[in-house]
């Protein structure tokens, strides 16, 4: 009985470790979402600042002014180059999350394995007691009715 306890209390505590793996995957999962809308939002950014020097070239556009338009699309640039390699890195939490939520699922899978086995097992023993019991009272019954001479 001591080890069915400690088996369920292996069990609730792998459920809990399941649970808060399947949290954090979650939350990790948001992040990379979050991450690649950032990367989206700088990319139309640039494509519309690229358009907007495009028309300002055909109308023609001062030294500085090209400067500057060179200059930010270069920001432009470093900071989605930034953003993709935060969004590889948020991949990678991702995939490390999904591996810890796969063995925390093995894991809850063997105890609840080993539970119902464990809980199987005991049934068995509670019926093969009870039979033996149920068969003692039996032949109890018998040897008192030979006793008194009735004859079974």
């Known amino acids: 009985m001591a080890n069915?306890?400690?088996?369920?209390?292996?069990?609730?505590?792998a459920q809990r470790s399941s649970d808060k793996a399947v949290e954090d995957l979650g939350r990790l999962r948001r992040q990379q979402q979050n991450a690649e809308?950032?990367?989206?939002?700088?990319?139309?950014?640039?494509d519309e600042?690229?358009?907007?020097?495009?028309?300002?070239?055909?109308?023609?556009?001062s030294s500085s002014q090209w400067r500057d338009y060179q200059q930010f699309l270069g920001s432009l640039d470093n900071a989605i180059d930034q953003q993709r390699r935060l969004l590889g890195e948020q991949q990678t939490r991702v995939e490390h999350g999904v591996?810890?939520?796969?063995?925390?699922?093995?894991?809850?899978?063997a105890y609840d394995t080993l539970h119902a086995r464990g809980e199987r097992e005991q049934a068995y023993r509670q019926a093969r007691n009870e039979?033996?019991?149920?068969?003692?009272?039996?032949?109890?019954?018998?040897?008192?009715?030979?006793d008194n001479g009735l004859q079974y």
């Open 4 to 13: 069915m306890q400690a088996m369920q209390m292996l069990r609730d505590l």
């Open 37 to 46: 809308e950032r990367l989206e939002q700088l990319q139309q950014y640039r």
């Open 49 to 61: 600042y690229q358009r907007k020097l495009h028309d300002s070239l055909a109308k023609g556009v």
């Open 99 to 109: 591996h810890r939520w796969q063995g925390e699922l093995r894991k809850l899978n």
């Open 131 to 146: 039979q033996r019991h149920s068969d003692e009272m039996a032949a109890q019954l018998r040897r008192r009715q030979q």
